[in-house]
């Protein structure tokens, strides 16, 4: 079941029904609305709760948007044609293929990585994504003489969460 916190109107459904949006969206107009509100409703809400940071959430709504606005398009010249199989074909395809140049066009425009781990990563650090391998490296070494847990001042929680960071962006960037 979604989380009960009480924030938003998708919490009370259980996961399955919000699944069953994600499949059925794909047969109708009026479930592919409901679930890009879903999506919008989600997505507020998690950049509320500071899961993910405000371009994320504005990126992820506007390639949600891109893809269901294309395969509506779609749907609606396959139903005045009178070819609707073909056009809801057409149109998830379609879709698909908007929402991955979307996707490729908003990481461009926002500056952001292409996964959230590797955001989160960048922002742990206090790095952009265009940081040099020299900036990664001494932002590293600051972060990790300040968490080592050997250290007086030292911070376990911190200094695991950093190596798991680092491996991250090492593993992105082909250093692994």
């Not at 938003?8 to 699944?19: I, K, M």
């Not at 994320?56 to 779609?74: F, Q, Y």
């Not at 293929?97 to 955001?119: C, I, M, N, V, Y």
């Amino acid at each position: 079941m979604a989380e009960a916190q009480g924030d938003s109107v998708v919490e009370w459904l259980p996961d399955s029904a919000l699944h069953v949006l994600q499949v059925a969206r794909h047969y109708s107009p009026v479930l592919k609305l409901l679930s890009l509100g879903v999506d919008v409703i989600q997505n507020i809400r998690r950049w509320w709760k500071g899961e993910i940071s405000g371009k994320r959430c504005v990126k992820n709504i506007i390639d949600s948007g891109v893809g269901v606005t294309v395969e509506l398009a779609c749907d609606l010249v396959g139903h005045a044609s009178g070819y609707v199989t073909a056009g809801s074909t057409i149109g998830r395809v379609a879709g698909h293929r908007a929402r991955s140049l979307s996707d490729r066009l908003t990481q461009w425009l926002f500056g952001l990585p292409k996964s959230e781990a590797l955001e989160n990563a960048y922002n742990f650090l206090h790095l952009k994504v265009s940081a040099s391998n020299s900036e990664i490296n001494s932002a590293y070494r600051k972060l990790a003489l300040q968490y080592h847990p050997d250290k007086v001042t030292g911070n376990r929680d911190k200094w695991l969460q950093l190596q798991y960071y680092i491996a991250i962006i090492r593993e992105s960037r082909g250093q692994y």
